[in-house]
Antibody, heavy 119, light 108 residues
């Protein structure tokens, strides 16, 4: 069965960076993309970007351009999302999801990773 | 940038039909996807490409999309359908995915 297992919760200081991992199993990793979506406490879903697991092509949310980097390691079927220059409003649950190529929707989601930014 | 507008909340009596709307400029020309999110859980895809149900999603969930409004319809609403629902589209002008603000469904 398709599973996406994310790394554990993180606490970071403002200005630091965080890197969240997402290990996929149960499907051919390179046949799909990985989306990253975050959700601030009590707020809605915010799309962060997408990476093709086939060729590494990325598409980032305009708001996060320059601060976010998404990568994949096909040898371990793992995706990574790094966010730099953290601010308090980056405090959120970060989700990875399996992205259907060409469909721009996500059919399986990870369990989420809480990232707290606090001094 | 493209915006999607959802009502903050929708209430439905147990066993009745709930309709959650998602408004956007000429949204009928886009593919709309819907997600259900229960408290403390990750979102779940319930409708993709306007009206398609993933495997495992009950037939009670259906979708439509025309003009400036897409609609998620939940027939014979159950207590377990209480959740937040989000619509989502791909905005080709910005090459970004856009989510609606979400609708909290309450089953009375």
């Amino acid at each position: 069965q398709v599973q996406l297992v994310q790394s554990g919760a993180e606490v970071k200081k403002p200005g630091a960076s965080v890197k969240v991992s997402c290990k996929a199993s149960g499907y051919t990793f390179t046949s799909y993309g990985i989306s990253w979506v975050r959700q601030a406490p009590g707020q809605g879903l915010e799309w962060m970007g997408w990476i093709s697991a086939y060729n590494g092509n990325t598409n980032y949310a305009q708001k996060l351009q320059g601060r976010v980097t998404m990568t994949t390691d096909t040898s371990t079927s793992t995706a990574y999302m790094e966010l730099r220059s953290l601010r308090s409003d980056d405090t959120a649950v970060y989700y990875c999801a399996r992205g259907v190529v060409g469909g721009w929707y996500d059919d399986y989601w990870g369990q989420g990773t809480l990232v707290t930014v606090s001094s | 940038s493209y915006e999607l507008t959802q009502p903050l909340s929708v209430s439905v009596a147990l066993g009745q039909t709930a309709r959650i709307t998602c408004g956007g400029n000429n949204i009928g020309s886009k593919n709309v996807h819907w997600y259900q999110q229960k408290p403390g859980q990750a979102p779940v895809l319930v409708i993709y490409r306007d009206s398609n149900r993933p495997s495992g999603i009950p037939e009670r969930f259906s979708g439509s999309n025309s003009g400036n409004t897409a609609t998620l319809t939940i027939s014979r609403a159950q207590a377990g359908d209480e959740a937040d629902y989000y619509c989502q589209v791909w905005d080709s002008s910005t090459a970004n995915v856009v989510f609606g603000g979400g609708t909290k469904l309450t089953v009375l």
